[in-house]
Nanobody, 128 residues
Framework: VQLVESGGDSVQPGGSLRLSCAASGFPTDYYVIGWVRQAPGKDREGVACISSADGSTNYADSVLGRFTISRDKAKNTVYLQMNSLKPEDTAVYYC??????????????????????WGQGTQVTVSS
């Protein structure tokens, strides 16, 4: 499985960004794919994920109502629309997927080590 993120940038507080994750090589049609972030000096945090089976989504409380995860099946791409960005959203954002045991989205956000494959990450900086 290959995951390639793009879209990271520097933005002012209150601004918006859209991250993209181009995915390929899935062994099956059933998987969960999502976004995990890591700020300097902090643990990784599950942000949002989406199921390939039914498109159901899960979000961390810290981004609920501000971030939206979506997918384009035809392009094999997952997006993270980030609105009302705050300085505390500054982090490297990774795309990650669970393809073998396909755990629930809620579990994956709470235990990000359960993701099987990871992208290289894209930097998001929110600063005035």
């Amino acid at each position: 499985v290959q995951l390639v993120e793009s879209g990271g940038d520097s933005v002012q507080p209150g601004g918006s960004l859209r991250l993209s994750c181009a995915a390929s090589g899935f062994p099956t049609d059933y998987y969960v794919i999502g976004w995990v972030r890591q700020a300097p000096g902090k643990d990784r945090e599950g942000v949002a994920c989406i199921s390939s089976a039914d498109g159901s989504t899960n979000y961390a409380d810290s981004v609920l109502g501000r971030f939206t995860i979506s997918r384009d099946k035809a392009k094999n791409t997952v997006y993270l629309q980030m609105n009302s960005l705050k300085p505390e959203d500054t982090a490297v954002y990774y795309c990650a997927t669970d393809v073998y045991d396909v755990r629930t989205g809620a579990l994956l956000l709470a235990h990000v080590d359960e993701f099987d494959f990871w992208g290289q990450g894209t930097q998001v900086t929110v600063s005035s």
